[in-house]
């Protein structure tokens, strides 16, 4: 990685981002810039929008609680989103929020539910879903927010995902030959990743997808791993074998 300022706040915003132009700040960006950091009129913030890039801005207070950015200068240009697709049968509150940081981090560009038959929520918050991804994109200085998903049945993901590319699942019960060697046969193309619930993929759901063209099923080693240590694992095992981490020099 480049050269990067570790040190200012950044920010995602919605407002388009131009050389002097003005970004407004919620009240909630307001009282974390003035009162939880303490910053002072005038300095630096990183702001990105997933359009626009990254610039650098100084705050310009408007009142005692209130604030607004002044686009500076743009530090890096907006890079393509990625085209990782992570699905992934939903966990409980606090261990979902971890999840979805995490697959944010390791560059997945899709967040899509799936409600598989040993699923342990039956709810998925994604407006909550989607603050996850701006917090952790916020903060591992990410140019692109996911796409936050509505949950979708098993089947249905199946038939919207299977057409974008080559299509991985983790199985615990597949034999445990290097899943590096397995991806690296894959063609190259869009992505979507597969984990399932804490008990596992139902006998018909693994035979559906052992059955279809263009699956894929890895093995995450002889250890059995919780839902959200499985994500981190898998995406870093993709991202090494076939993904964005071979583009790294």
Known sequence: MPDYDFNSPRLFVADALTAGGTVSLDATQANYLLAVMRLADGANVLAFNGRDGEWRCHIARTAKKKADLVAEERLRPQTPAPTLAYLFAPLKHARLDYMVQKAVEMGAGILQPVMTQH???????????????????????ILSIPECREPMKFDAALQAYLPRGPFIFCDEREDAESPIETLRRLEKGPLSLMIGPEGGFSTEERTRLHAETGVTAISLGPRILRADTAAVAALAVVQAAIGDWKCVS
């Open 119 to 141: 699923v342990q929520a039956s709810r998925v918050n994604v407006e909550r879903m989607r603050a996850n991804a701006i917090e952790a994109a916020e903060q591992c200085g």
